[in-house]
């Protein structure tokens, strides 16, 4: 699999009928192991280790209604109050992020609503604070640690 910027992390990996599956900490049960999987479950590691987010307050892969259409995010990490504090959208590695990552994810937090935003291939990483007062993204080196 694809070496990616995030930390080594040790995972539960499974075969069944030529088919791999990883085991994902927050659905608990094993997710079948694509590249974009890959990113994802490394980057929730990223989120509970190192920016000490809980993995209770962690949803992955849930549904919002957006313009009519059914809409499925990556990770959303929750404050203690149940407000979205981070929306993450995961691209495979493979995956270049350009306009149309950045419309996505903006178009989702209309509905979501987060503090900050961070869009990943695993390689790249993006991180930005959601200004709602000026309606402004404003790019961010990291996002904090979850307080």
């Known amino acids: ?3 990616l910027t ?6 539960r990996l499974k075969k069944i009928e ?8 927050i659905r608990k049960k094993y997710i079948e192991f694509t590249p974009e999987e890959w990113v994802r479950q490394n980057c ?11 993995s209770h307050l962690i949803s992955i892969e849930k549904t919002i209604k957006l313009n009519g259409l059914t809409k499925r995010f990556d990770i959303i990490a929750y404050d203690i109050f149940g407000n979205v504090d ?4 995961c691209k495979a590695p493979n995956i270049i992020i350009d306009q149309k990552s950045f419309d996505q994810i903006i178009t989702y ?4 609503n987060a503090k900050y935003l961070m869009l990943t291939n695993g390689i790249i990483n993006y991180y930005c ?8 993204i404003n790019f961010l080196k990291d996002i904090p ?3």
């Open 129 to 136: 604070e959601v200004n709602k007062i000026d309606k402004k």
């Open 109 to 112: 937090d209309k509905v979501i």
């Open 18 to 25: 030529e088919k791999r599956f990883i085991f994902d900490e």
């Open 1 to 3: 699999m694809f070496n």
């Open 86 to 89: 981070l929306l993450v959208e």
């Open 6 to 11: 995030f930390p080594k992390y040790e995972f």
């Open 44 to 54: 929730v590691k990223f989120l509970i280790d190192k920016k000490k987010y809980f």
């Open 145 to 147: 640690v979850y307080k």
